[in-house]
Nanobody
Framework: QVQLEESGGGLVQPGGSLRLSCAAS??????????MAWYRQAPGKERELVAA????????YYSDSVKGRFTISRDNAKNTVYLQMNSLKPEDTAVYYC??????????WGQGTQVTVSS
């Protein structure tokens, strides 16, 4: 059974930083055909892809809204994916979800962690 446990959310002032963690069990993040990603959903908006990482091509994906401010990374030994968020803006306020996508089958989701950027 796949489980994704997120942590690291909280309240931060504009311009501040947070690091989200997603510890995976039952899903090997280092497998070349698996993709790990972070999504977010703000109140009244659809869930959107923020960043993704895969071992297959070594290229990470970032949405235009976070490019240059957020960095996705992974620690294969800990089977954990991170999202380092810098220069946070009020519009980054959302629930952030960890996503694990295998090459076949359905996606797996974490429970979400709240990030609030406010002065």
């Amino acid at each position: 059974q796949v489980q994704l446990e997120e942590s690291g959310g909280g309240l931060v002032q504009p311009g501040g930083s947070l690091r989200l963690s997603c510890a995976a069990s039952g899903f090997r993040i280092s497998f070349s055909l698996n993709t790990m990603a972070w999504y977010r959903q703000a109140p009244g908006k659809e869930r959107e892809l923020v960043a993704a990482i895969t071992s297959a091509d070594g290229v990470n994906y970032y949405s235009d809204s976070v490019k240059g401010r957020f960095t996705i990374s992974r620690d294969n030994a800990k089977n954990t994916v991170y999202l380092q968020m810098n220069s946070l803006k009020p519009e980054d306020t959302a629930v952030y979800y960890c996503n694990a996508r295998p090459p076949v089958g359905y996606d797996h989701w974490g429970q979400g962690t709240q990030v609030t950027v406010s002065s």
